[in-house]
């Protein structure tokens, strides 16, 4: 697969303070990568970069093609209709804006939706529009920081679902940073351990191997060995 994120010798600093250090990272079109680590370690100063939201202060960061940013906050607008808050900054006649919107809706089992207020939406019903807000773009990068992180247990477990069934529909590379070391073995291709602002640790997770929560058959063995990287 071709690589969608090249990243050589990147390093940023905050009042005079590392934030990340000669961070060398490549990330290929379908892949999925988790960045996990105590918080203040650059996990999402190091996403920022990539989308172009803060400039490395040395080395290159190359993307190609589309990316899409979501947050833990939808971010929703709040007098604008969802429909309209999927297509917002889109360039084109409302009638198509809203063929977009729709059939973004129901890539995320929401085709009821469009007409109605955000606060009408429950906290699960916003991320997945925040989904196909991201998916109305087509991108070929989908970055993502904390996104199910308030979300409470049973419907982050539906929004993880629901993001793996559209990766593989749709075959975009994801970079998310989480908190959450289940989440990540559950999703990821790769995880990456992030501490004092360089990659400490990479885990390569075997998806040939799954149960039927697609969760890898060494999960517990993994699970422990990232537990003890984020506490060394």
Request: hydrophobic share 45%; with cysteine.
């Amino acid at each position: 697969m071709a690589p969608v994120v090249n990243m050589d010798s990147a390093s940023k600093m905050f009042d005079g303070r590392p934030v990340l250090r000669n961070v060398t990272l490549t990330i290929r079109q379908g892949e999925f990568v988790s960045l996990i680590g105590r918080s203040g370690c650059g996990k999402s100063t190091l996403l920022r970069m990539i989308a172009g939201l803060v400039p490395p202060d040395s080395g290159r960061i190359d993307v190609s093609g589309e990316y899409a940013f979501g947050f833990q906050d939808a971010r929703l607008v709040p007098w604008l209709k969802v429909w309209d808050n999927i297509t917002l900054g889109i360039d084109t006649r409302r009638k198509f804006r809203k063929e977009a919107a729709l059939l973004a809706l129901r890539h995320v089992q929401l085709p009821d939706m469009a007409d109605v207020l955000p606060h009408t939406l429950s906290g699960g019903q916003m991320q997945r529009v925040s989904l196909a807000r991201a998916l109305v773009h087509q991108p070929n990068l989908l970055l993502l920081d904390e996104p199910f992180g308030a979300l409470d247990a049973l419907t982050r477990w539906d929004m993880q679902d629901l993001l793996l069934r559209l990766r593989n529909e749709h075959g975009f590379a994801t970079i998310m940073v989480t908190h959450d070391i289940g989440e990540a073995l559950r999703l990821s291709d790769r995880v990456l351990v992030l501490r004092n602002g360089t990659i400490r640790e990479e885990l390569r997770i075997d998806r040939t191997e799954v149960d039927t929560d697609n969760r890898p058959s060494d999960f517990a063995a993994l699970e422990r060995r990232l537990h003890d990287a984020l506490h060394e």
